[in-house]
Nanobody, 120 residues
Framework: QVQLVESGGGLVQAGGSLRLSCAAS????????IGWYRQAPGKQRELVAA???????NYADSVKGRFTISRDNAKNTVYLQMNSLKPEDTAVYYC??????????????WGQGTQVTVSS
């Protein structure tokens, strides 16, 4: 099992910045990648950014150049630095861990989510 705890959400004005944190615990050895997803009211959950165990990153087109995903392996924590925030970035942001166990195969874990609200 992997437990994920997000923090860092809040209310910010357009153009401002926030940094989200996702702290992982438990069977962190099983994690292949960690991603940040978001879900706005009435919309589907979408991938914002992800980082693999090898350090490869990918971003949604809508956040490229504004958001940066990074990790601190010593703290088992992944960060999402969000700059130049726009009202359309308003959503609940979720951390996801893509894990694999040799005995039981793939598993997917989610955090509880953190609200990000960007005012215009």
């Amino acid at each position: 099992q992997v437990q994920l705890v997000e923090s860092g959400g809040g209310l910010v004005q357009a153009g401002g910045s926030l940094r989200l944190s996702c702290a992982a615990s438990g069977s962190t050895f099983s994690i292949n990648a960690i991603g940040w997803y978001r879900q706005a009211p009435g919309k589907q959950r979408e991938l914002v950014a992800a980082i693999s165990s090898g350090g490869s990153t990918n971003y949604a087109d809508s956040v490229k150049g504004r958001f940066t995903i990074s990790r601190d392996n010593a703290k088992n924590t992944v960060y999402l630095q969000m700059n130049s925030l726009k009202p359309e970035d308003t959503a609940v942001y979720y951390c996801n861990a893509d894990s694999y166990y040799y005995t039981s195969g793939p598993e997917d874990y989610w955090g509880q989510g953190t609200q990000v609200t960007v005012s215009s």
